[in-house]
């Protein structure tokens, strides 16, 4: 007898990364900027196991399980993300998905979802579609992606990128287009994984309930994004301590505002022609858990002073709304450790997420209740 638990926590295939293939990330104008990067901190096995233990601890005979074949020695040399992608199909795919099947069936509160190929999805328009996908198994062709991912080999793409000032362009970059696919899929959730990490995402929308710049224009073909270069400084030992906010000023939030923005006089200047202060942090798990000397200095500002970028406003109806931060989870990839999400277990819950709900909120419920108990 074995449980879910234990057949998604399996260590995953030790890879050899010596001829991954470094360069630059791809790029498209449509990919709009972020609002913010900060830490999903609600994303944790504790939670997992509040919310889904009676599923992962339920005993199975071991035929009913669907054991991956051994990743051969010569497919675990990684050179690019068709590489990568091979490996996910024959180890990891074949593990969650067989694990949603099997919790779909235990349960009548999971819904029956799949992670398959991004191309048994489809969406009016759109002729590059995302990697991966999150679809209902038993709605008709095509089906709506409800979790977009997308694949990349560490070579080009790692989360220790925002650490390195020259690298912290590519590090956003797939970023933005696993968020823009998100956009276009009407979904709260994607991520990205490569052969080194998963990396889960969230959208939010912004507290600020002022108006968005797109409102009521038409379609889009391209906008040029705002690409700013991240510049990070260091935390002041004290900081500032921000003045009471009065009854008419939403609730502060962190900004980490771009050094070399143009100096204007915005006092002059309607709401929708000045200058938005973006928030252009990034914070690993790790780097949030233990805050230090070397995180990016911070300072405290009201919404009322930012406007958050609107979202990708397309023909098929995608309503535009003021973007949030985008909220990140980062599993290494082998995770081993006890009590600590493994990549499978990860990518299992994040679809489970995603098959009860995928509207956007500026704040969500805390994870950790069981399913049957939530409110989505």
Known sequence: MSTLLEYLSVVDPSLDRTNAKKGTNSFNRDWEDLEGVEEWTDFTYENLIAMLGNVLTQPYQQHE????????????????????????????HTIVDCALELASKASSTIPAISWTLGNHSSLRGETVLPDWAGIYSNMGFPPSNRVPGDTKVSGKWNTDQQHDHSKQEEFYKPL???????????????YIISDKELVCIRRTLSEYEGVSLAAGRPARISQAPATPIRQFDRLSQEPTTPSPRTDSSPPFRVVIPHPHSQQRDERYLTPEHRTRVRQNSIVSISALSNMSLDSPSLLLSSPSNIRSSPSAYTADGNLDVNE??????????????????????????LHILAGCDITLQSSYPTLGKELTERKF
Do not use: M
């Open 176 to 190: 933005r287009l696993v968020v823009h696919y998100a956009k276009l899929f009407n979904t709260r959730y994607a």
């Open 65 to 92: 399980f669907d054991p991956p074949a051994p990743v051969r020695r010569s497919a675990c040399c990684i050179v690019n993300e068709p590489t990568v992608t091979a490996v996910l199909l024959k180890w990891n």
């Open 324 to 349: 949030g931060n985008v909220q990140i989870a980062v599993i290494p990839w082998g995770e081993n450790r006890p009590r600590h999400l493994t990549i499978n277990l990860a990518l299992f819950w």
